[in-house]
Each structure stands twice: as C-alpha cells, then as structure tokens.
C-alpha cells in the first residue's frame, strides 16, 4: 500500500510563532486529508486537498501531487492548535485513507 | 445535528471476553470505517463498509468482528482472539472517499 510520511514527529511553539509540517507520499494519490486531533482525542478535518492551496483563517495546506507532498501551515499559533496533526492519503484505485504517524504539536503561552 | 456517536467512551474488558463497540450516523453516509489507534501511532485500518449488508478486511482484522445491518449502524465487535485489545478507536463515515468525519472514540482497557 501507500506509504505516508509526516515530519517532525513532535514540534514545541512559543504562541504567536508560524510552523509548517510536513506530509510525504509514496505513490499518486486522488485524496489527500489533514486532521487535527484535540488532547481528548476528536479528530476534526482540516482539508480535503489532493491538489493546489486552500486557507481557512490562520490555516492553510499545499499539495504538489507531482512531487508526492502536502504541507500544512499555521500562523500565529495559538494554545488551542496543541494536539496532533495527521496527514492521510488515498491511494488511486483504493478505497481508504492510510494515515500518517502525526506530528504531535505543543503550542506553549 | 448531524455527526457520528461513538458509545460507551470508555470500556474495560476481562481476558476472554467478547465485547462491542457502538458507532452510529445520522449523515447518510454510505461508507463506514474503523480505524484502531495505539499511544504514538497513526490509525490503522480494522474493517470498512461501503454499503449495507457488506465489509472488507483493512489492514489489522484479525480478532475483530463487524456487521453492516443498517446503513446508520457499524458496529465493531473484539473477540478474544484479539491478544492486544488495549487501545483508542475512532469510528468514520464519509460519502465515497472525500472528507471523512470521525466520531469521538472509544478507549478500550483489558483488566
């Protein structure tokens, strides 16, 4: 199946600081998500990018699909991002997502 | 509102027990997941059912248990031929393969 890569494995931000995480994949892929997953464990989607740049406030992702990678980017960080960030893609001819191993982040006030 | 239910939040099963996990939708969504999460790791794939009355293995099925009765309900049993039940699982639904909403999860403990 589909490798998926997420760099760092854990991040610590000074609130107010910007931070850019990482999503590497093995293979073509038609679907390409991130999640955020609060410290009681919800998992919420952030974006639904296969392809291009999309923003949502102090949130915004890019995916080169041709250069098999996805970054995540978080301006002005606040105690609220702290969690975990997953990066989870869907292999063409495939039927579900295979996540990454996250990148947990710790934003400090 | 429409979302996912996850029930109960926390379980605690004895050794050679059989015991289910409650996921259910009100999105009409036709396809369900779950997906097992150990401290650490990303999620990993149980059983999927992209339509009623029908599943397919993921990628950790064995010791697990699922039926697809009802479009809204997905139910996921752990028999006691899974060695290693402690963990967090997350229930999914999505319309085909676009965005997946997740319920709350359930933390699984042997004692």
């Known amino acids: 199946g589909i490798q998926v890569e997420q760099s760092p494995p854990d991040l610590i931000l000074q609130e107010g600081a910007n931070s850019t995480l990482r999503c590497n994949f093995s293979?073509?892929?038609?679907?390409l998500q991130w999640f955020h997953q609060n410290p009681w464990g919800q998992l919420i989607n952030l974006f639904y990018?296969?392809?291009g740049t999309k923003q949502n406030g102090r949130l915004s992702a890019t995916t080169v699909a041709t250069e098999r990678y996805s970054l995540l980017y978080i301006s002005s960080s606040q105690t609220t991002d702290s969690g975990v960030y997953f990066c989870a893609a869907l292999r063409s001819g495939y039927s579900t997502l295979t996540f990454g191993k996250g990148t947990m982040l710790l934003v400090s006030p | 509102d429409g979302g996912i239910t996850q029930s109960p939040k926390y379980l605690f099963r004895k050794e050679g027990q059989n015991v289910t996990l409650s996921c259910e939708q009100n999105l009409n969504h036709d396809a369900m997941y779950w997906y097992r999460q150990d401290p650490g790791q990303g999620l990993r794939l149980i059983y999927y059912s992209q339509i009623v009355n029908d599943f397919q293995k993921g990628d950790i099925a064995e010791g697990y248990s699922v039926s697809r009765e009802k479009k809204e309900s997905f139910p996921l049993t752990v028999t006691s031929a899974q060695k290693n039940p402690t963990a967090f699982y997350l229930c999914?639904?999505?319309?085909?393969?676009?965005?997946?909403?997740f319920g709350s999860g359930t933390r699984l403990t042997v004692v």
């Open positions: 293979d073509s892929v038609n679907n």
């Open positions: 999914a639904s999505s319309i085909t393969d676009l965005g997946y909403t």
């Open positions: 990018i296969p392809s």
